[in-house]
């Protein structure tokens, strides 16, 4: 069987997924990786050196932790791009996506992030036909970190709804 080639932007997607599916393994990874080698470096090189290449390493450590964690908003952002004149097969798909991201994402992350899948749930719940599922979900949500996310999801509430943004503020 032939395997198709998949280019280098559907490669590092598939790897933001399963980064982003998976962050807790790739933290004890990374803690393992930091641990053998913090030991290797410190006991191995000579004094200095190992000085020197123990802090290379929590540099690069540093740099790793950040690709790996920005792994779930890129993901988001990707599905995104790829949903520009999509079917609801992908909609759906997306969907899916999203609700096991969110069961998959560690605490502190799933509340970073529960504005934005919400959010997303809403929006593809109402393209797929759901409206009232998606008004549900979004007039139900209230973990808003600033005004501007507030205003965000009363102005999908009302694109979704059909109602006009100015009768929805008048009446506040």
Not at 40 to 53: C, M, T
Not at 102 to 111: K, M, S, T, W
Request: aromatic letters at 12%; a positive charge; proline letters at 2%.
């Amino acid at each position: 069987m032939k395997q198709k080639k998949l280019s280098s932007n559907e490669n590092l997607f598939r790897l933001d997924i399963w980064m982003a599916l998976h962050q807790r393994l790739c933290w004890l990874i990374l803690a393992a990786w930091s641990i053998g080698f913090a030991f290797l470096f410190w006991n191995v090189l000579p004094e200095p050196y190992g000085a020197y290449a123990l802090f290379a390493l929590l540099m690069g450590l540093t740099f790793i932790y950040r690709w790996v964690s920005g792994a779930p908003y890129r993901s988001l952002r990707k599905w995104d791009d790829r949903l520009e004149g999509a079917n609801g097969e992908a909609f759906q798909a997306m969907l899916d996506y999203v609700v096991q991201l969110e069961q998959a994402l560690p605490d502190a992350q799933r509340r970073q992030l529960s504005v934005q899948t919400t959010g997303i749930k809403g929006a593809l719940l109402a393209r797929l036909g759901r409206k009232e599922e998606a008004l549900s979900l979004l007039r139900g949500f209230n973990q808003f970190w600033d005004e501007s996310q507030r205003k965000g999801f009363q102005s999908l509430i009302s694109k979704i709804s059909g109602e006009s943004a100015d009768s929805e503020q008048k009446e506040k």
